[in-house]
């Protein structure tokens, strides 16, 4: 079979058939289907695609090695700290059963992670229903926004954990305590964020509504809401990740069951791998967390557009 050239950049493939009679059969196709060859541009985009795929990923390999690596050497300095073979092997036999239940206070890791996830999304759930409306009050209305200026500039500074107190009082139970927690220190990035969405609205679109007489709640639906969702979305951001930071720190002090109990248990059983293995799964869900909510927001952020 022999090529021959022609005019109109296709070539001419002259056949043999595998007849007695030799009867030649002529076939005309282009270059590109005969030859599987790559296109002019193609090797220059496979070097970029895996400049582009070298740079998204390898920075953050070289980063977690060297926290093996540091974690590793301490490890051999300090013979109490467990290493990172260690910490696997730990990892290995506590996840191969992480919703075992032999007891109110014998439980495994995923139903104390459960716990407290439930009671994250119990205290968020309660102070987005009060701070989001809050803070449309407050960036709709400047007399309610100095009425309460000076309360939330006393209060949100306090650290969540002095409420913890006030919340077993009220209660008189561990588990309301710890959700009350989560509530206060969620509202106050709801509020604010919320209320500067609003007041950086337009005034010409007030003004517009204004001039077609539109009523209270549908400037709020039609025109507020959409101009402060990636503000609000930004809030919510930011309150479920300072909610899943103090949910531990509140469960340690309360007892029962959940994440943090769980770490002050290991402590005192002195597992210290087992606390190394609790500070990444408490870090993999926060990071889990805040990156649906980044998906959640881009994308209506985008539709707001």
Same mark, same amino acid.
């Given at each position: ?5 022609? $005019? ?6 002259? #056949? ?27 090797? #220059? $985009? ?72 439930? $009671? ?35 209060? $949100? ?58 009523? #209270? ?72 967390? #805040? ?15």
């Amino acid at each position: 079979m022999s090529p021959a050239p022609s $005019r109109d950049g296709l070539k001419t493939f002259t #056949e043999i058939a595998p007849s007695s009679a030799g009867v030649k059969v002529s076939v005309r196709a282009s270059a590109q289907e005969v030859s599987p060859a790559l296109g002019p541009g193609s090797g #220059e $985009r496979l070097v970029h695609g895996a400049r582009e795929f070298a740079k998204t990923v390898i920075p953050p390999l070289l980063g977690i090695g060297l926290l093996i690596g540091l974690w590793a050497l301490i490890a051999v300095k300090n013979s109490s700290i467990p290493g990172p073979m260690q910490t696997w092997n730990a990892a290995t036999k506590l996840f191969a059963d992480p919703f075992y239940r032999n007891g109110p206070n014998d439980q495994g890791i995923g139903w104390n992670v459960l716990s407290s996830l439930q $009671r994250v999304g119990v205290g968020f759930g309660f102070a987005a229903l009060v701070g989001i409306p809050m803070g449309f009050l407050l960036g709709r209305f400047s007399f309610v926004n100095r009425m309460f200026d000076p309360v939330i500039s006393l209060l $949100r500074p306090v650290s969540p954990l002095a409420w913890l107190p006030i919340g077993l009082l009220v209660f008189k139970r561990a588990d309301p305590a710890a959700t009350w927690t989560i509530f206060i220190c969620s509202i106050w990035p709801m509020i604010l964020n919320t209320a500067q969405g609003v007041q950086r609205v337009p005034q010409d679109y007030l003004n517009v509504a204004r001039v077609l007489g539109l009523s #209270e709640d549908k400037v709020i639906t039609r025109i507020l809401f959409p101009a402060v969702l990636p503000y609000l979305l930004t809030g919510i951001r930011l309150s479920i990740g300072t909610a899943w930071l103090v949910i531990v720190a509140a469960e340690m002090l309360t007892g029962g069951v959940g994440i943090g109990f769980w770490v002050w248990d290991e402590w005192n059983s002195l597992k210290v791998e087992h606390i190394i293995i609790a500070i990444f799964v408490i870090g993999i869900v926060g990071f889990t967390l #805040e990156q649906m909510l980044l998906l959640l927001a881009k994308r209506f952020t985008y539709e707001s557009r």
